[in-house]
């Protein structure tokens, strides 16, 4: 389990421009689907956008606190 906020730090680490929107999809605290809206993105695939959310929670995917997401990613405007 992760609390929203941890979340949301752990990918602000990657994208500290991220706005990031959290929703626990079964009431676990492990299975969240996100939509995070950075400048980062910018000019990636899509593909690439996701490999810079799944990198920032590499850690909390492999230690268990996070079990499943599902990504929306949204290039944010200058």
């Known amino acids: 389990m992760i609390a929203g906020t941890a979340l949301q730090a752990l990918i602000r680490t990657q994208l500290p421009d991220a706005d990031v929107g959290i929703v626990d999809r079964t009431g676990t605290m492990d299975h969240f689907n996100l939509t995070i809206r950075s ?36 290039v944010a405007e200058s």
């Open 39 to 74: 400048r980062a993105f910018k000019g990636k695939t899509l593909l690439e956008q996701h490999r810079l959310v799944y990198g920032a929670l590499e850690e909390a995917l492999r230690d268990g606190r996070v079990h499943a997401v599902e990504l929306k990613t949204i």
